[in-house]
C-alpha cells in the first residue's frame, strides 16, 4: 500500500543550525502539507503546498520556516536557525486533491520525524 | 480561525462496550471531516473520511456522523478492544485543517 515517508526519523541538532526534514509523498498526490505536534500537545498545521507555492499557511510558520519540492518525489521542510521550542515531532502528509474536488482530500500522514533542538 | 473541541479528553472503559466520541468545531465552512487514530510515539492512522455532503460514514466497528450545520461529529466504537487503545483526533477540514486534542481511550482486557 502506498504511504508517505519522511526522513529521518530522529534528528538531534543543536540551538542555531539549519535542519531540513525529507517527506516522500504518495506519488500521484498533488496536495502536501506539515504539521507539527509538540510532545504532549495537539498536532498543529503549519504549511500547504500545491503547484510549486504555498496556499496556505498557519501563524506559526513564519520566516524560520520554509518549504521547497526540490524535484518530482520529495518535499521539504528547512528550519534556518532552530531554537528549543523547535522541538517536536514534525508530520508530512499528502491528498489525491484539495477541497475543490470534494469526493477525495483524504490526508494521509507519514510516521514523523523528531526534532530535538539542544 | 477553527477551533476543534473533543470530549471528553480521556476515557477508559471495560473491553466489549459501546462508546462515542465528541467532537465540535466553531467554523461549520469545511469541505470534509476526518478522525485519525494515534499510537503513542507514532504518527496519525486515518480512520474515516466524510464529506462535507454526507451524514454518516462507515467502517468495520467504527461508524462517523457529521452535523456540519451545528459543528458536531461523532465517532462511534462498536464492542471495543484493547486494540483500540490509543488517542483518537478529530479534523475538519477548511481552508486549513485543525485538529481537536483528542480523546485517548484506554479498553481494559
Known amino acids: 500500500e502506498p504511504e508517505v515517508t519522511q526522513t529521518p526519523s530522529h534528528q538531534v541538532t543543536q540551538m542555531g543550525q539549519e535542519v531540513i526534514l525529507r517527506c516522500v509523498p504518495i506519488s500521484n498526490h498533488l496536495y502536501f502539507y506539515w504539521y507539527r505536534q509538540i510532545l504532549g500537545q495537539k498536532v498543529e498545521f503549519l504549511v500547504s503546498?500545491?503547484?510549486?507555492?504555498?496556499?496556505?499557511k498557519s501563524e506559526i510558520f513564519d520566516d524560520q520556516f520554509s518549504v521547497e519540492r526540490p524535484d518530482g518525489s520529495n518535499f521539504t521542510l528547512k528550519i534556518r536557525s532552530t531554537k528549543l521550542e523547535d522541538s517536536a515531532m514534525y508530520f508530512c502528509?499528502?491528498?489525491?486533491?484539495?477541497?475543490?474536488?470534494?469526493?477525495?482530500?483524504?490526508?494521509?500522514f507519514g510516521e514523523g520525524s523528531r526534532l530535538t533542538v539542544l | 480561525k477553527q477551533e476543534v473541541t473533543q470530549i471528553p479528553a480521556a476515557l477508559s472503559v471495560p473491553e466489549g462496550e459501546n462508546l462515542v466520541l465528541n467532537c465540535s468545531f466553531t467554523d461549520s465552512a469545511i469541505y470534509n471531516l476526518q478522525w485519525f487514530r494515534q499510537d503513542p510515539g507514532k504518527g496519525l492512522t486515518s480512520l474515516l473520511l466524510?464529506?462535507?455532503?454526507?451524514r454518516e460514514q462507515t467502517s468495520g466497528r467504527l461508524n462517523a456522523s457529521l452535523d456540519k450545520s451545528s459543528g458536531r461529529s461523532t465517532l462511534y466504537i462498536a464492542a471495543s478492544q484493547p486494540g483500540d487503545s490509543a488517542t483518537y483526533l478529530c479534523?475538519?477540514?477548511?481552508?486549513?485543517?485543525?485538529f481537536g486534542a483528542g480523546t485517548r481511550l484506554t479498553v481494559k482486557p
Open positions: 503546498f500545491y503547484n510549486n507555492e504555498i496556499s496556505e
Open positions: 502528509a499528502s491528498s489525491l486533491r484539495d477541497r475543490v474536488f470534494e469526493k477525495t482530500g483524504e490526508l494521509f
Open positions: 479534523a475538519p477540514r477548511g481552508n486549513d485543517m485543525r
Open positions: 466524510i464529506q462535507s455532503s454526507q
